[in-house]
């Protein structure tokens, strides 16, 4: 892993998967609702473009009638942050190999 402050890096991007995933009686703070809010913002503006008319409807029912889209939403983040430390993994092994 890393060993150069690149510790913190990884804890702040888990930082919102933790608050929504592990604790979810915690309060978010206002560094995680900016996020929130940030990636609903986009979510509503995206366009599907051609979609499977049946799996449309299937997510709508299941979203409409249970905690899916709450949980939809954590995993996004989840998918995001570790997506973000292994580019950063990525990037620092890239690094090491050029020295």
Same mark, same amino acid.
């Given at each position: 892993?890393? &060993?150069?402050? #690149? %510790? &913190? ?9 933790? +608050? ?9 703070? *206002? ?14 503006? +995206?366009?599907?473009?051609?979609? %499977?008319?049946?799996?449309?409807? %299937?997510?709508?029912? +299941?979203?409409?009638?249970?905690? /899916?889209?709450?949980?939809? +939403?954590?995993? /996004?983040? *989840?998918? #995001?942050? &570790? ?5 950063? !993994?990525?990037? !620092? *092994?890239? /690094? !090491?190999?050029?020295?």
């Amino acid at each position: 892993m890393c &060993s150069n402050g #690149d %510790d &913190s890096f990884f804890a702040q991007r888990l930082h919102l998967k933790y +608050v929504l995933i592990s604790n979810p009686e915690r309060l978010m703070n *206002l560094q995680d609702r900016e996020q929130l809010t940030t990636f609903l913002q986009q979510l509503a503006q +995206v366009q599907a473009g051609a979609k %499977d008319e049946e799996a449309g409807n %299937d997510c709508q029912h +299941v979203c409409a009638s249970t905690d /899916a889209a709450y949980l939809v +939403v954590q995993r /996004a983040f *989840l998918l #995001d942050a &570790s997506l973000q430390v292994a580019r950063a !993994q990525i990037a !620092q *092994l890239k /690094a !090491q190999l050029t020295q």
